[in-house]
């Protein structure tokens, strides 16, 4: 649990574990206890954030703009932000190598492993190899998933949407690769947070005579008492 702990020399730190689950010990020289709390604050919103793939808020963004170098260092080397000089010479990373790199370094299942290549695929159709992914934004990920519902099956010259289901997995598989370029600090956000991605599961294509499987035997014994009850079914007992 992050805490503020104060030292024998009266000096504080902020202990803290950020988005990767590495414990962290934030020194603070000549800091109030109420402005170390409220750095605390600040650390425990941007760990929520990076492990839900979500934008920080504006005042805690401009908060970490305005820190003296030295404290803006520390949030560097603890991964809470990005160097603010490796902010103006980083190279955007592309849609296409970006999804191979994070394909690579997963360990998974073949099978995950082909629906990421599969989305992945889709999703470098749709935007191209070369598109920078910090340029993808929410609007864009809504446009992407329109694109797959009516567009998003081709072959030959046949054009048609793809099943719900299908859909569904890739904007899962999608969320995914940007969730964890947002932890990697290669964005600031995932376009795709606000899409629905859960997969509903398969319904028998004829209910109604499924259900009437399911109830025919009751629906014979029913028949039979019937039968018997009106004299329908002659008495068998005659015979012996």
């Known amino acids: 649990m992050a805490r503020v702990v104060t030292r024998s020399n009266e000096t ?6 950020n988005a990767k689950g590495k414990d962290c010990c934030l020194l603070l ?24 793939g979500a934008e920080i808020e504006p005042s805690v963004a401009q908060w970490i703009a305005g820190l003296p170098d030295k404290l803006h260092a ?8 990005q160097d603010r000089k490796a902010e103006e ?22 099978a995950t492993k082909r629906q990421l290549r599969s989305a992945a695929r889709t999703l470098c159709e ?21 694109w797959m519902e009516t567009d998003g099956n081709q072959q030959g010259k046949q054009t048609r949407g793809l099943a719900k289901n299908t859909v569904r997995n890739k904007i899962s598989r999608a969320k995914q690769i940007f969730k964890y370029a947002v932890k990697e600090g290669v964005i600031t956000s995932n376009p795709f947070r606000m899409e629905t991605s859960k997969v509903s599961k398969r319904k028998p294509k004829n209910t109604i005579a499924c259900q009437l499987l399911n109830i025919a035997p009751y629906l014979l014994i029913g028949a039979l008492v019937a039968a018997k009850y009106f004299g329908l079914l002659p008495d068998l007992s005659d015979d012996y």
């Open 12 to 17: 504080r730190e902020v202990r803290f574990k």
């Open 29 to 52: 020289d000549d800091t109030t206890q109420s402005d170390s709390e409220a750095i605390l604050w600040n650390i425990e919103h941007i760990v929520s954030r990076q492990l839900n």
């Open 74 to 81: 520390d949030f560097v080397k603890h991964q809470l932000t």
């Open 89 to 110: 010479s980083q190279v955007a990373w592309t849609l296409g190598p970006w999804t191979e790199k994070y394909i690579s370094e997963r360990p998974v299942k073949e």
């Open 126 to 146: 749709f935007f191209g190899d070369d598109h920078p992914i910090h340029t993808i934004t929410t609007s864009d990920a809504a446009n992407f998933r329109v």
